[in-house]
């Protein structure tokens, strides 16, 4: 299985990456990113899945709705943002049987799964985004927790943005979710969507490799085995295993969105450290969050 893919690999009917069950081994998650501008116009039907839509970077889109059964169309307007690195931005939950068109102008990306229930709609301005710095010292990184159970009310999905600055690690210690046991482990599929860029407040000049790294690897008898550079537009799939750390090279930072979610009968995110290195997580009590972040616009 591949489970790795560089830039322009999941292209498809217009889309710049498109991950669905149409390829092997896919079930429980979605990811589509897109390019908009001189009125391209990205038409979605109703189907069984629900969305979160937000923009990576441009001035911003409209989305228009409407659910099964319903007459007319609502719409509502999504504040885009300068870079991935600049912040949170707005989002837009839609729950399955809808249909959608989304305009505007920049790159929209929109995390699916496909659910049990409808769920209500949400709008969740950047302001409203809860923003953590998780870790500390080469460990600390930057999450915006927009679909996670405590925040979204989402019938199967969690999703996050991720922002880790130059140097530093992220999934550290390496852990799992690919084996339900209630209260202690979620089986989730996961979607790692990347951009890089040089450094907050360093000009590289030209020219420059913006560059990070993932690492996965088995923690049972499926194999899996993945030790990539990434690159903005690359995706990475973890269908099961042992996964981190997500590395972001000395002077580039390190974005991803994660989708993820699974057959599980609760909507939860329980891990599983590798017990070769759990301990790493005890050393942060004596270090201090990264004073670089978080990153803002």
Same mark, same amino acid.
């Given at each position: &299985? ?15 990456? $498109? ?12 990811? *589509? ?18 969305? $979160? ?25 999504? @504040? ?15 729950? &399955? @049987? ?8 920049? *790159?929209? #990306? ?13 709008? &969740? ?15 600390? *990184?930057?999450?915006? =927790? ?19 600055? #130059? ?16 209260? $202690?482990?979620? =089986? ?19 020219? @420059? ?24 537009? +690359? ?13 972001? #090279?000395?002077?580039? +930072? ?5 989708? &993820?979610?699974?057959? +599980?009968? +609760? *909507? ?11 301990? $790493? ?17």
């Amino acid at each position: &299985m591949t489970w790795f893919f560089k830039k322009g690999k999941l292209a498809k009917g217009g889309w710049d990456v $498109i991950v669905d069950g149409s390829l092997p081994g896919w079930v429980h998650t979605g990811l *589509r990113v897109g390019s908009l501008g001189d009125g391209r116009v990205f038409h979605i039907e109703a189907d069984g899945n629900e969305r $979160i839509i937000f923009a990576l970077d441009g001035e911003g889109f409209t989305v228009e709705y409407r659910l099964v059964g319903e007459k007319d169309y609502a719409s509502q307007f999504l @504040n885009g943002r300068k870079t991935v690195f600049h912040g949170p931005t707005d989002l837009l939950y839609l729950p &399955m @049987n809808t249909d959608l068109r989304i305009t505007g102008q920049g *790159r929209v #990306a929109i995390g699916e799964a496909p659910a049990r229930e409808i769920k209500p709609v949400r709008f &969740m301005p950047a302001g409203e985004v809860p923003v953590f710095v998780r870790g500390a010292g080469s460990s600390s *990184r930057q999450v915006h =927790n927009f679909g996670v159970p405590e925040v979204l009310d989402a019938s199967r999905f969690i999703v996050v943005e991720v922002i880790v600055p #130059a140097g530093n690690w992220s999934g550290v210690p390496p852990h799992k979710h690919d084996t339900f046991v209630e209260g $202690i482990e979620s =089986n989730l599929e996961e979607i790692y969507y990347f951009e890089t860029a040089v450094a907050r407040g360093f000009d590289a000049g030209e020219p @420059n490799d913006p560059v990070g790294y993932l690492r996965a690897y088995a923690s049972d008898g499926r194999q899996i085995d993945l030790n990539v550079e990434v690159r903005s537009g +690359d995706v990475g799939l973890i269908p099961f295993g042992w996964h981190g750390p997500a590395m972001a #090279a000395p002077g580039y +930072d390190l974005y991803f969105f994660n989708v &993820m979610a699974g057959p +599980d009968p +609760d *909507r939860s995110w329980n891990i599983t450290d590798d017990p070769n290195h759990a301990w $790493i997580r005890q050393t942060w009590h004596s270090q201090d969050a990264d004073p670089r972040l978080p990153y803002t616009a």
